[in-house]
């Protein structure tokens, strides 16, 4: 049998016996080849013709599927010895980015250069290359893990909480991210026989991240922290927050009644309805894993997390940072205060 990749030639053979309703095996002989390859081969050239309504082995369409596999397959090759690609995906990684920010960012960054592009799968399977095992890029990643799997996340309390307001009844304009000024809420638990935490607000339409140390997870400790982070922003910019029913946000009414800021509830045992929060507070844990004692963290040291999350761009904002939505908005609310 030839071991030789399939040619023009031999795709051009294949589409003339295949039309002449020539088995896989009288294929595979005519041309010297294992049934195997021809079935495969058949399998990845199929194309429907909505002339006759049938599917049939198209030769050209198979050449053209088997370049671009060639161009694919080259592409991680071309990241391991272009120089200036890699040091900044290598430089971005150890910065903390994903790969899937890595590659959307470069579009924005480099917009004429097109040799400035790679896709996050081929950035994965550079990170994972027996070539690169010595740099553990891995380590880098979010996860750091030696093996792409999904993990589930944390589950909230039930817990009675008086003058609760149902997610269910949070604004439409809430709910499609329409409009600035809605924050989803959370503590992050520090060591346990500690009690500590960081009481983390995410800005629902900019993924813009604010995050306080609290003493204790509890209530006045929660809602001081709340007071704080929103006490110098605009109203317009401090309308809702969506917590969860945890024990810290029994206290939510002295938000309304000195801020003016309303708290929704998600429903118990559904953290995937303050998912954006649940998804940023996953990236704190990056740089403060469970069981971290925060006792020995400065709320200095949780700023420069903070900005250094907020300044990573979001493929859900277009590759922009949390930090470059967050400053248009407030613009735009500072300009529309300069007209009335």
């Not at 304009?173 to 983390?200: A, P, Q």
Request: aromatic content about 6%; some cysteine; glycine content about 6%.
């Amino acid at each position: 049998m030839g071991a030789k990749k399939l040619t023009p030639e031999d795709r051009d053979e294949i589409a003339r016996l295949h039309s002449k309703g020539c088995s896989v095996r009288e294929i595979a002989r005519c041309l010297n080849r294992s049934p195997s390859t021809i079935s495969v081969e058949l399998q990845a050239g199929m194309w429907h013709d909505h002339n006759i309504h049938e599917t049939v082995y198209v030769a050209i369409h198979a050449q053209r599927l088997r370049e671009q596999r060639a161009i694919n397959s080259h592409k991680q090759q071309f990241l391991s010895k272009y120089e200036p690609l890699r040091a900044c995906v290598e430089q971005r990684l150890r910065d903390g980015w994903s790969p899937e920010q890595i590659s959307g960012r470069l579009i924005l960054d480099y917009p004429k250069d097109t040799r400035m592009r790679v896709s996050h799968e081929t950035i994965y399977a550079y990170v994972y290359a027996p070539e690169q095992s010595e740099l553990k890029l891995w380590e880098y990643l979010p996860r750091k893990q030696t093996r792409r799997r999904k993990r589930p996340g944390r589950k909230v309390k039930r817990s009675r909480i008086p003058d609760r307001v149902s997610i269910h009844d949070r604004p439409e304009s809430v709910n499609d991210r329409s409009e600035f000024g809605h924050w989803e809420g959370d503590t992050i638990e520090g060591k346990k026989l500690v009690g500590d935490g960081i009481h983390t607000e995410v800005e629902r339409l900019s993924r813009k991240l604010l995050a306080s140390k609290v003493a204790r997870i509890a209530t006045q400790e929660t809602v001081t922290a709340q007071l704080t982070m929103f006490g110098d922003l605009p109203p317009q910019a401090r309308q809702t927050t969506t917590l969860d029913n945890g024990r810290e946000n029994v206290a939510h009414g002295q938000l309304k009644q000195i801020l003016g800021l309303q708290a929704y509830f998600a429903d118990p045992y559904s953290s995937w309805q303050r998912g954006t929060n649940e998804n940023t507070n996953g990236l704190v844990r990056r740089y403060l894993p469970k069981q971290t004692d925060f006792t020995t963290l400065t709320q200095e040291e949780l700023n420069d997390i903070v900005e250094e999350i907020n300044n990573r761009p979001r493929k859900v904002l277009g590759y922009q940072t949390p930090n470059e939505v967050y400053s248009e908005q407030l613009n735009k609310l500072a300009s529309v205060r300069i007209r009335v």
